[in-house]
């Protein structure tokens, strides 16, 4: 089972627990300074990273998938290429769904493959911190509600690396529902005043097949909850109760029971995410309902000419 996050990581400022961890933060970012830097190899192949900082929940896959979208459109053959994790399956089969996936637990050997089978542009969903690869572009996505949380790196806080090193990154994509912009601008313009800033947001697709009169007991497993959350109430959906899991929580039968449970008790019908939908046992799907969601790309003009290279 995995672990929910610590609370303390999304706090606005460190609190005791966070300065208690901060020298094992310390020790590690020195480690991972101190790794041997790979021999990296030369490829034909064009490639883009869709990464984060802050670790979980920051729209990378959906940020990968429509890459690939605009991609298609001007006729340029693109994949996706995900190093290989037994807990994200949901992850991995949405980017199949949506294209041609390249999975490996070596992502060079993935790469090697999409070059082999003639792809022209390869789309890392993840591997922002990966130093074997040196990427054509680069996006580090953010949730613009979660945003750095306490500002403090694993395992003081919720970051991969210094907040600091934006000043060697070329883009940032913040996702969500278009919240906190202003300020979230201002403070990554502090840390690299020529980084080019994008926005996303999401729109659920298949909205009209939910009854606005009803109520509706809402639960996801996903990194984003609070995004999600925002979006149906945006859309105007009674939401009566929400159940929070981790991130690519393995829903067992006495989860599902407990929550079917909950929906008879309070006359609520059941809605959860495409990705937590597809983590559910096929005896339960036809109680519950996902809501499909997109990302817009607000300035998608401007994006995608930094795709074409």
Known sequence: MKLKKPRFWDYKKPNIFAYLLSPFS??????????LNYRKEEFKIKTICVGNIYIGGTGKTSLSIKINEILN?????????????????DEQKILSKNGKLFLSS??????????????????????????SINYDASFVCFNNINWVGNGMTIPAGPLRESIYNLKKYKHIFLNGN?????????EVLKINPKINIHFGKYNGTNL????????????????????????????DLNIFKEIEFPDHYYYTKNDISKI?????KYDCKIITTEKDYLRINNKYLSEIKFVKSELQIVDEEKFSKFLLF
């Not at 459109?73 to 399956?89: L, T």
């Not at 082999?116 to 990966?130: H, S, T």
């Not at 606005?212 to 925002?230: A, E």
């Not at 079917?260 to 008879?264: P, R, S």
């Open 208 to 235: 009209d097949q939910f009854d606005k009169k009803s109520r509706y007991l809402v639960f996801s497993g996903i990194g984003n909850h609070n995004t999600f959350i925002s979006m149906l109430e945006k859309n």
């Open 26 to 35: 310390l020790f590690i970012n020195i480690f991972s300074q101190l790794k």
């Open 73 to 89: 459109k001007k006729k340029i053959r693109s994949c996706f290429i995900k190093k290989f994790y037994s807990d994200q399956i």
């Open 260 to 264: 079917l449970d909950l929906a008879v």
């Open 178 to 186: 278009l919240e906190n912009l202003e300020f979230i601008k201002s």
């Open 106 to 131: 070596n992502r060079i050997k993935a790469l090697k493959q999409a070059q082999a089978e003639n792809y022209e542009v390869a789309i890392f969903d993840d591997g922002l911190q990966d130093r």
